[in-house]
């Protein structure tokens, strides 16, 4: 399957859903069987879920016209970009959210601009405490409950995330067990 097929899938799961959590309607779409373990279709995944979650939560958000947009830029981000270039794909999707929601530009002198820049070095830092390897389901869940919490206390926007675990690990064989901060333990 492509990736602009499986966009085209993504897009029709995240349409359905009608939660403000970014973390837990990101979960949902990854249980189809069109999201691998790993892949460059979370690149639109993320993006995509915080999006709708950030419309959810009342942040109207023109969600047609912005995926519309998201998924060319997706389509632009090569996968492996965490092992590859030193930026998680995940946090370049939920900030590409970010800019899409704010209208920012790379001529943008605007505090979202700005505002944006603060989000993803945040998303990476966290990131690079807990490390590799890959693993596009701990990234996902970083940089949306990081931009869920940035929307939160920069806009007033609450998106919702409620505690959870990971419900991929026994598919990942990268998973880094008790070393990862979402890992269910009742799955040891």
């Known amino acids: 399957m492509t ?16 939660s403000n959590d970014p973390v837990e309607i990101a979960k949902n779409v990854m249980k189809n069987a069109f999201v691998s373990i ?11 879920a915080f999006i709708v979650a950030y419309n959810n939560a009342g942040g109207n958000a023109d969600v047609d ?7 060319k830029r997706a389509a632009q ?5 965490c092992g590859y270039w030193g930026v998680c794909g995940a946090v370049a999707s ?3 959210a970010l800019a899409i929601i ?9 505090e979202f601009y700005k505002d944006n ?7 990476i830092s966290a990131m690079s405490i807990t490390g590799g390897a890959r693993c596009c389901k701990r990234h996902a869940f970083t940089a949306l409950s990081l931009g869920a919490e940035f929307v939160k206390k920069n806009y007033g926007i609450n998106m919702n995330v409620k505690p959870f675990r990971c419900e991929f690990s026994q598919f ?4 880094k067990k008790s070393d990862c901060p979402y890992f269910n333990k009742s799955d040891v």
């Open 3 to 18: 990736n602009t097929e499986k966009f085209s899938l993504i897009r029709e799961a995240v349409l359905k859903e009608t």
């Open 65 to 71: 016209k912005y995926l519309d947009e998201l998924e």
């Open 102 to 110: 704010h209208g920012t530009g790379p001529l943008s002198t605007d």
């Open 77 to 81: 981000m090569p996968g492996a970009m």
């Open 94 to 96: 939920v900030g590409a």
């Open 172 to 175: 990942n064989q990268q998973c």
């Open 117 to 123: 820049m603060k989000y993803t070095s945040s998303a």
């Open 38 to 48: 790993h892949g460059p279709e979370h690149h639109f995944l993320d993006g995509a």
